[in-house]
């Protein structure tokens, strides 16, 4: 069968060269951790995160993780564990995890491309758009939970608010 006009050749590229030339093209600040894994400083609205991308080559999938920049009380550490699992049902791609030994809270993904030789370009801009995206929707709920300003249950209700426009 020969290909119709509409099909277009799809480049496929090793997932951490694409994601450097994201992140190079966003002018963010990229360290090499190894053959297959990155650490990139992305600035938010909220506060910086730090994305990890790793390519698992056995696996053929890419894990993304964007630790979510926030200090609390330990004794925070349960209410914000609530909040997360909370959280998780709002989120689109991705779930929040919370290290109770570190304290630290991670956005988790992975794309799995088994088959696929390679990811494009465009895959990778989603990933990482919408993992920070997602970053910057729990973060208002996160940071008042981690002060004590707001319940874990009263936080992830607020979250759920849909609003339009900004003040």
């Known amino acids: 069968m020969a290909p119709s006009q509409n099909q277009h050749n799809i480049l496929l590229g090793n997932p951490i060269e694409l994601v450097t030339q994201f992140v190079t093209n966003q002018d963010w600040l990229l360290q090499r951790r190894a053959e297959n894994a990155v ?27 964007c630790r979510i920049d926030i200090q609390c009380e330990e004794g925070r550490l349960g209410e914000i564990a609530l909040l997360a699992a909370l959280m998780n049902q709002q989120i689109f791609m991705g779930h929040l995890a919370l290290d109770i030994g570190t304290g630290e809270l991670e956005l ?15 895959q990778i801009e989603d990933v990482v758009d919408i993992m920070l995206g997602e970053c910057e929707y729990c ?3 996160i940071y008042q939970v ?3 300003q707001l319940s ?9 608010f849909m609003t339009e426009g900004e003040a």
């Open 39 to 65: 650490l990139v400083e992305v600035p938010g609205k909220w506060c910086d995160y730090q994305l990890a991308v790793t390519w698992r080559h056995n696996e053929e999938a890419m894990q993304v993780t």
């Open 108 to 122: 988790r993904h992975t794309l799995p491309l088994r088959g696929a030789g390679g990811a494009t370009p465009e």
């Open 139 to 141: 973060f208002p709920s």
């Open 146 to 148: 981690a002060h004590n």
């Open 152 to 160: 874990a249950d009263d936080a992830a209700a607020a979250a759920s």
